[in-house]
T-cell receptor, first 110, second 112 residues
């Protein structure tokens, strides 16, 4: 069974203090790894899809990387508006189902 | 703005009742998936519909059922509601051939 573990569960940063979120996964035949951002009471917002080890994608202050066992979401010089829960999900083989981790709650203080 | 809408926004039901939640996808999104998200947890896959047929199901009992219509709308029906069914229900849709799923804002269901 696919498993996704995210760490830390919660992270509090000062504005401008860079850090990384971790997503470890176990899946037989990774089709894709996805990062989403979720604000309280809202649906997840798509950020990135990564398909193979070594792949990197960037968007504003966020950069996602992928290895064979984990993915990192690097946040450079975060701002208070980056505060949200960041969710990681995997998709296996020909199955379109997404298996999510519990998320990391990021708080960026001004 | 994903173009995926859900209704209602919030709903309160009593244990044992039945509920229908609705989702409207973007035109051309022929795949829709439904997820249940309990407080403090990641979304859990309920089932997926492709071209109006169920195309995969997660570990949810048969009292969770769905429909997909030709106009890119879909429904999630839950019978015999239980207290543990209280959650945020999300639908997500995809373009043909795309792996990326775009989520709606969700329906918050409270069962008392």
């Amino acid at each position: 069974e696919d498993q996704v573990t995210q760490s830390p569960e919660a992270l509090r940063l000062q504005e401008g203090e860079s850090s990384s979120l971790n997503c470890s996964y176990t899946v037989s035949g990774l089709r894709g790894l996805f990062w989403y951002r979720q604000d309280p009471g809202k649906g997840p917002e798509f950020l990135f899809t990564l398909y193979s080890a070594g792949e990197e994608k960037e968007k504003e202050r966020l950069k996602a990387t992928l290895t064979k066992k984990e993915s990192f979401l690097h946040i450079t010089a975060p701002k208070p508006e980056d505060s949200a829960t960041y969710l990681c999900a995997v998709q296996e083989g020909s199955n379109y189902k997404l298996t999510f981790g519990k998320g990391t709650l990021l708080t960026v203080n001004p | 703005e994903t173009g995926v809408t859900q209704s209602p926004t919030h709903l309160i039901k009593t244990r044992g009742q039945q509920v229908t939640l609705r989702c409207s996808s973007q035109s051309g999104h022929n795949t829709v998936s439904w997820y249940q998200q309990a407080l403090g947890q990641g979304p859990q896959f309920i089932f997926q519909y492709y071209r109006e047929e169920e195309n995969g199901r997660g570990n949810f009992p048969p009292r969770f059922s769905g429909l997909q219509f030709p106009n890119y709308s879909s429904e999630l029906n839950v019978n015999a509601l239980e207290l543990d069914d209280s959650a945020l229900y999300l639908c997500a849709s995809s373009f043909p051939g795309s792996d990326e799923q775009y989520f709606g804002p969700g329906t918050r269901l409270t069962v008392t």
